[in-house]
């Protein structure tokens, strides 16, 4: 049994970049490739932020960060990391990650953590509106 004193420490999670709670009732299920973030821009304090736009890697199904310069199929944005995920903030690295993805929302654009370019708007019009 181990009874040495153990510390965790929690991040509140920031959804500011929500502009209405239009489709937050339906977020979709995916798996995170960490390998595809980079840490000091994505998890700097060992959780992937919400609010992240996300693209779907090709040849394993999971997802990454969107990348309009990509070639592996994140050049193609799909949704927005609905959740924060914890990939680093307890000294265990991950590998993959579970989370949830909104397809169908209202973005504030200027409180997104990392910008989204005019083409990733185009991949998802009509289904996401950046406000």
Avoid: N
């Avoid at 959804?15 to 995170?32: E, I, N, Q, Y």
């Avoid at 409180?111 to 009509?126: E, N, Q, S, W």
Wanted: with cysteine; proline share 4%; glycine share 10%.
């Amino acid at each position: 049994m181990d009874l040495s004193l153990k510390v965790e420490s929690f991040t509140q999670d920031r959804r500011d970049w929500l502009g209405s709670a239009h489709g937050t009732d339906a977020p979709v299920s995916v798996t995170l490739d960490v390998s595809k973030f980079t840490k000091a821009t994505h998890y700097p304090d060992g959780y992937i932020k919400s609010g992240i736009a996300l693209g779907k890697i090709t040849a394993s199904g999971q997802y990454g960060p969107y990348d309009s310069a990509a070639s592996d199929g994140r050049q193609a944005l799909v949704g927005f990391l609905f959740t924060a995920q914890d990939v680093d903030a307890r000294r265990v690295t991950s590998t993959k990650a579970v989370g949830s993805m909104l397809i169908h929302c209202f973005i504030r654009e200027a409180k997104l953590p990392v910008p989204v370019d005019a083409a990733g708007k185009t991949a998802v019009a009509g289904r996401i509106i950046f406000v």
